[in-house]
């Protein structure tokens, strides 16, 4: 828990908040320690934060906390805003996505935004062994191999003061016409892109 409590936000929180209503209820799925959500609580929004880690949970100080499986959830509200960040819709499984998306689909009023963080379209190809800082944390990707049709496989090695954590992953890039695809399955339409590098996009209901 210290390295995900230690890792800095980068402006996450203003992205979400530009893209979503002033004062609009936001719901993260699979907030962690709250690196985002509670920035953006300090923005003005009421956030409630989903993971299914008690200990990561236990570090939010102004997101209200849910402990759930992203999957499962089935919240007896609706939000105007939510969140799928850390490029949780490029995991390997398209099942596991579907379940993703339709749990966010199912969590927004109608008119409310999708923030989706993802892969930039072309990463597959770029990715290559380096090593990075991030805050106090150093960051090494090694063992990239990539598999075809935008897939690639990867360690995510973490360093922080003597402590390691090693992540193994999998990720399938996904671009426009193929995360539109999976979104309209979901009953979700692609809406607009955020970021200069097309990494942060949104998606609305389907009407």
Known sequence: MEIYAALPP??????IHDAVPA???????GCGTGR???PLAALGHRVVGVDDSRDMLAHLRAAEP??????DLRLGERFDGVILASTMVNTFDPAQRARFLRT???HLTPGGILVLQRHAPGWAEAAAPTTWHDGPVELELRDVVRH????????????LA????????????LDDEELTSVLRDAGLVFDRVLTPDRRWVTARLAT
């Open 10 to 15: 980068h402006g996450e929180a203003d992205i």
């Open 162 to 173: 003597g402590m390691v954590e090693e992540q193994d992953f999998t990720g399938q890039v």
């Open 66 to 71: 849910v402990h759930s499986s992203i999957e």
């Open 148 to 159: 075809g049709g935008g897939l690639v496989s990867a360690t995510l090695v973490h360093t």
């Open 36 to 38: 985002i959500a509670d």
């Open 23 to 29: 004062g609009a209820a936001v719901l993260e799925l």
């Open 104 to 106: 966010a689909a199912h």
